[in-house]
């Protein structure tokens, strides 16, 4: 502000206030004024006002050693910050080697000019140092300039007249080399002709009125006071309380607020950073900010973290599955994640699997068109998984069920890393999930739709097992003209087998879809409240629980609990428990019927199947049931696969030995995947790309080995099918030279001819053909 005092001119008092309170509100550290004294006088009411709402680090004035009272101001100018030629300590030590008289010497001296103080009057204030300083430092710069010149003969009380003399004391007074000391210290000339001589002498005001010099340190009457005691903030819980200051810049007394506030302004306590106010008022008791929130005090609601979700208006917050939530003021999810928890799909993406999202194509046919593919592909993908390639090769279906594990161990709320997103999502594949290709796009897919979707496919896959058999029977109706019961139970050369294909079908696709199964359906019992106050599904944060919706599905779970979840792994005992008893496990029947249960086992661990499958089902009941302790489900998983490993190392339950590695390395990954995921779970955990690698690296590898043992099982069959087809086909040419060597027996017995007794043709013959007597 550019404030001036001429005469005739009144101040712009308008633009000196405005200067002032912009620099108030800009809560700036240092102001700095150039003003005269009846200007500055008004600038301090300004800071007396604006103290309860900011007080400057330091203020500057130049009027500060004006009078010895800061321009009249006096108490209420303390702590102001100000600068002269030289101070009242400086002139008493420095002496003037043109005389070797300190000022005060000098005036005391015999050298002391009185007759120039007559005008002025009889103490000679008239005759300030800086005067005398003046004379001093031309007459010692004369001396230095003529110390080897002489002085012109014709006229030698002027000759600095001549143009050269008077260039040569300009120039030297110039050249920044020291002068020589005077009353005023050392004295040089910078290029901008201020004496550079020494340090500047600065001072500030007391709060008893008057000016003191601080820097140079060495002549210093007081210590530097910065910053100002107004602006000392107060500790935690504590508000300035300047009721007894006396200057705008004097200290104050910190008066306590509650627990979890701080000073606002005048004498009102707000929230600190880390505390809110659960109903936004002013004086309102704070509160800690909940877990997950960011609070930035005052009066401002939290708002969740990054991967956190809230709602406006509640104060709780839950944490996000991986990269959902954006979190902040906005309270947002990130692109293509929507609705509560983030966990819904944005109405213009569609999801492939729990974690990835792709926009939707723009017409309603592209859409239509890209889910029936999906669909289609994924349902393609289980039948040729679990049905050509799990139910044909061991390998297959140990590297399926591994995967499996890995799957559920990767459902937990473990902190996955985006890099493994695309892996987690081949992992779902092997569940035979539903919601793997769910059509977002065209329909708002809810848990409804997932669990009755789920039954369906179960029923698909099931049909898809059955229908060759039912064929086969109605065929043997057909061709034998007997009933339905005896083409479907009849022994021997009718169609029972196909009855036990069909029992073995039933049990190969509940073994398959048994996780999955056994989720969707503890799912329905799972429900937590989320921000807002309502109760959702843990499994769905968009299904309201106890709505008429899920009263359907839990009434059709209760049922499914004892027949399915605790039914199927007690019904495999049991049929295989029966069957062993009744000493069956060799014949046909027994073998069509439950050999996937027992069949690659060794004749004491039959029950093994048992165990993988109840496996399976308590993975799946600490995934749903422990869902809220990431880390307590993961060492629990933990504990059941190095529980299982130890079984496994102990029983050796299959027959193959590679079978038998196999599956030790499956439960060896599954620890391992446990693990990471424990340590992806840490946010101290620094070696994350390093474990990056090795988890891809380590399911690689397991792939690759169940890959090579499959390739080597393949290789087996098809060199005994050669073989079989060889021996089929010699059997098949020595029948028929037997049959021939009986036709010419027949003929010659026919034309009366006797048989030879004791022909050797005829013993090879008869030996050779099985039934060859007949």
């Known amino acids: 502000s550019q404030v001036r005092i001429r005469a005739g001119e009144e101040p712009d008092w308008a633009a000196l206030n405005a200067s002032v309170e912009a620099a108030v509100a800009a ?33 500057w004035a130049v009027n500060v050693p004006w009078g010895g009272t800061c321009g009249g101001t006096g108490v209420d100018c303390g702590h102001v910050m100000g600068a002269s030629q030289i101070a009242n300590e400086q002139i008493v030590v420095y002496k003037d080697d043109l005389i070797g008289l300190t000022f005060p010497e000098l005036q005391k001296s015999a050298f002391w000019p009185l007759d120039t103080s007559l005008a002025a009057g009889d103490d000679g204030s008239v005759f300030f140092w800086d005067v005398a300083a003046t004379v001093s430092v031309f007459v010692q710069s004369l001396q230095q300039v003529f110390r080897f010149r002489p002085l012109p003969t014709d006229s030698p009380k002027s000759f600095l007249s001549y143009g050269t003399n008077y260039e040569s004391v300009r120039s030297y007074l110039r050249e920044g080399t020291l002068v020589g000391n005077t009353f005023a210290g050392p004295t040089l000339f910078s290029p901008l002709g201020q004496n550079a001589g020494r340090l500047p002498s600065t001072m500030q005001q007391s709060t008893a009125g008057a000016p003191a010099l601080v820097f140079p340190s060495a002549f210093a009457a007081a210590p530097f006071v910065f910053p100002t005691p107004g602006s000392i903030q107060c500790p935690l819980n504590f508000y300035r309380n300047y009721s007894e200051a006396i200057c705008p810049l004097c200290g104050h007394a910190c008066q306590s607020c509650a627990v979890g506030m701080q000073w606002m302004f005048d004498e009102i306590c707000g929230c600190s950073p880390g505390y809110f106010a659960p109903t936004s008022t002013i ?10 929130a960011m609070c930035d005090g005052g009066l401002i609601p939290p708002y969740p973290k990054e991967g956190w979700y809230g709602v406006r208006g509640s104060h709780m917050f839950l944490e996000c599955l991986e990269s959902r939530c954006e979190g902040g003021h906005n309270f947002s999810c990130y692109d293509g994640f929507d609705l509560k928890m983030c966990d819904g799909v944005e109405r213009k993406y569609y999801s492939f699997g729990s974690r990835l999202r792709t926009a939707c194509p723009e017409s309603l046919t592209d859409q239509i068109l890209v889910h029936t593919c999906l669909i289609l592909i994924v349902f393609a993908t289980f039948v040729v998984l679990n049905f050509f390639l799990a139910n044909n090769f061991d390998a297959i279906d140990l590297l399926l069920t591994s995967l499996q594990r890995l799957a559920i161990v990767s459902n937990l709320r473990l902190r996955w890393p985006q890099e493994l997103f695309g892996l987690l999502v081949i992992f779902e594949i092997v569940l035979l999930d539903a919601d793997l290709a769910k059509p977002d796009c065209v329909l708002s897919w809810t848990f409804a739709w997932s669990y009755w979707t789920q039954k369906a496919v179960l029923f698909l896959l099931w049909l898809s097992r059955v229908t060759p058999l039912a064929i086969g029977i109605w065929r043997i109706k057909a061709r034998k003209k007997v009933s339905w019961r005896v083409a479907l139970w009849s022994e021997g050369e009718h169609a029972s087998h196909l009855w036990n294909k069909g029992v073995s079908s039933t049990l190969e696709v509940i073994m398959m879809m048994y996780p999955t199964l056994v989720k969707n359906i503890l799912d329905t019992f799972m429900c937590r409240e989320l921000p807002g ?23 059709v779970s209760i049922l499914l609990v004892p027949c399915l979840v605790l039914g199927f792994p007690f019904f495999i005992g049991y049929a295989l428990y029966k069957t062993q008893h009744a000493g069956r496990l060799h014949q046909d029947t027994a073998l069509q019927r439950y050999g996937l249960l027992y069949q690659r086992y ?47 190392y102990y029983t050796q339950p299959f027959e193959s030995v590679a079978l038998n590695n196999l599956e030790s390395a499956a439960y060896f990954m599954s620890c391992l995947w446990t693990l990471a995921g424990m340590d992806f779970y840490s946010s101290d955990f620094t070696a994350r790309n390093t474990l990056l690698f090795l988890c891809l690296i380590g399911v690689c590898v397991y792939c690759l080995c169940a890959i090579m043992l499959a390739y080597v099982d393949v290789r087996g069959k098809v060199e005994a099918s050669s073989a079989t087809s060889k021996l089929s086909k010699a059997a098949n040419k020595l029948r028929s030279e037997a049959a021939a060597a009986c036709d010419g027996v027949s003929k010659l017995a026919h034309l009366g001819a006797p048989t030879p007794v004791g022909d050797p043709t005829a013993v090879a013959i008869g030996d050779a053909i099985p039934g060859g007597g007949d």
């Open 602 to 648: 060794s004749p004491g661990t039959l029950w093994w199947e048992v165990w993988r499958q109840t496996q399976m089902g308590l993975l799946v009941t600490i995934q749903v049931f422990m869902w809220d302790t990431p880390l307590v489900q993961a060492n629990v998983a933990l504990l059941l696969f190095l529980f299982g490993l130890a079984s496994h």
């Open 283 to 292: 004086g309102e008791i704070c509160q800690p900010c909940p877990v997950g």
């Open 27 to 59: 809560k700036s550290d240092v102001l700095v004024t150039a003003l005269r004294t009846p200007v500055w006088s008004e600038v301090l009411p300004l800071l007396w006002e604006a103290q309860r709402r900011h007080v400057f680090k330091a203020v």
């Open 533 to 555: 106050g309502n109760s959702y599904m843990v499994a769905d944060p968009n299904f309201q629980c106890w709505s008429p919706r899920h009263y359907a599905v839990v009434a």
